[in-house]
């Protein structure tokens, strides 16, 4: 397959007009997006509002080459690219910037030597920092507002002829002489449909209870604060090697965003995935840590006001690789899910990648071959 960040037979259909996407986060609502751009109308099915859960709740951290060497590579390059253009491209602001990023280590108490990398070492990182170090060459990381992006694709979508359906998916109806999709089934109703593309982030493992051959996703539970600090921070993010009070370590990440606040997240948990998204609640003790981090780091942030608290779980595979592609042995069956924490980088190439997979029957714009559910199947394993 050739790579490149256009679309084949752009604004010529070659599919079918009859698509249904379940789950209204980045990964859904590129798809609906970049379908649009194919002439192709979807309707999405969302339970809650867009991006209501972790691509409303992501940090948004680009990075050009950060997956290189495996097969989400050319996927993460061709997103990053598209990432530069899209807030021209869908007349919205998305958050999107180039950003400097670093390696920093630091500790809750006093202490230590801090390493200046003269006019270079970010200028707001004034207190308990021991090491600084740039850690990515400039114009290769980027960053962007996950859900005032994924806002962006469903509304140009929308525009388009794409529909949004508010409702809770509880199953797929396929066809038993032909094996193929017929409806999504949607608080009892079936909405007709003969592509059906299943992109409820860690969610899309309920699929394996309606269908054979769906690869499992699971879901990890993350957490973060959005805070405003008291004095401007700029374009700088920090992945930080931190002991907090008590002596544990930690690596919690800082994204200062373009509005003014900074992202602060960490404090993973291995707990079970809730059946309802809009449930979802922090730990406690994990937004008293975030917060100390930020209060540790800088004078601007130790003044900070909070003004948000959250958690969202990431959809991770078997492999922990991103699955992409037809689920086999069902016709009209596709799956877009398990990026983990890099939903929100390889949100648009996945778009579009699936986008011309439903469209014309093969992505040409980045090779998925390797992402494909198909390759559970091989091995014997979808649960």
């Not at 084949?8 to 986060?25: E, L």
């Not at 401007?232 to 930690?250: D, P």
């Not at 690789?321 to 390889?346: D, F, R, T």
Request: with cysteine; charged share 15%; glycine share 12%.
């Amino acid at each position: 397959m050739a790579a490149g960040n256009g679309m084949a037979g752009n604004g010529a259909s070659h599919g079918p007009q009859n698509v249904v996407i379940a789950g209204g986060g980045i990964i859904g609502c590129a798809t609906a997006y970049y379908l649009s751009k194919l002439g192709v109308a979807a309707t999405v099915v969302e339970k809650g509002e867009v991006a209501c859960a972790s691509s409303g709740k992501a940090g948004g951290f680009l990075a050009m080459d950060w997956c290189d060497g495996g097969p989400v590579g050319p996927l993460a390059r061709l997103s990053y690219s598209l990432h530069k253009t899209l807030a021209s491209e869908l007349g919205q602001d998305t958050g999107y910037r180039e950003v400097r990023t670093y390696s920093v280590a630091a500790s809750a108490k006093p202490g230590g030597r801090k390493v200046s990398l003269g006019k270079n070492s970010p200028k707001w990182l004034d207190k308990n920092v021991q090491r600084v170090k740039e850690m990515a060459e400039v114009g290769t990381t980027a960053q962007v507002h996950p859900q005032k992006l994924t806002t962006a694709f469903m509304e140009a979508a929308q525009a388009s002829g794409a529909k949004l359906v508010r409702g809770t998916v509880q199953g797929i109806t396929v066809d038993k002489d032909s094996n193929s999709v017929t409806g999504v089934t949607v608080d009892g109703a079936v909405i007709p449909a003969d592509k059906v593309v299943i992109a409820m982030g860690p969610w899309s493992g309920d699929a394996t209870k309606w269908l054979p051959n769906v690869p499992a996703i699971s879901g990890q539970k993350a957490h973060s604060i959005l805070v405003r600090p008291t004095q401007e921070i700029g374009a700088e993010c920090l992945f930080t090697q931190f002991q907090n009070s008590s002596g544990r370590h930690t690596d919690p990440e800082v994204y200062p965003r373009p509005d003014g606040t900074v992202y602060i997240c960490g404090e993973s948990d291995s707990v079970e995935l809730p059946d309802d998204p809009l449930s979802i609640k922090p730990r406690a003790s994990a937004m008293k840590s975030l917060q100390e981090v930020g209060a540790s780091i800088s004078s601007a942030l130790a003044g900070a006001t909070v003004e948000a608290e959250q958690a969202c779980y990431l959809p991770v595979s078997g492999d922990s690789m991103p699955v992409i592609g037809k689920v086999p042995g069902v016709q009209g069956c596709y799956m877009a899910s398990g990026h983990s924490c890099w939903g929100i980088l390889n949100g648009p190439a996945t778009g579009m990648a699936m986008a011309e997979l439903i469209a014309s029957g093969k992505a040409t714009c980045v090779d998925i071959s390797a992402l494909d559910p198909g390759r559970f199947a091989k091995r014997g394993i979808f649960r």
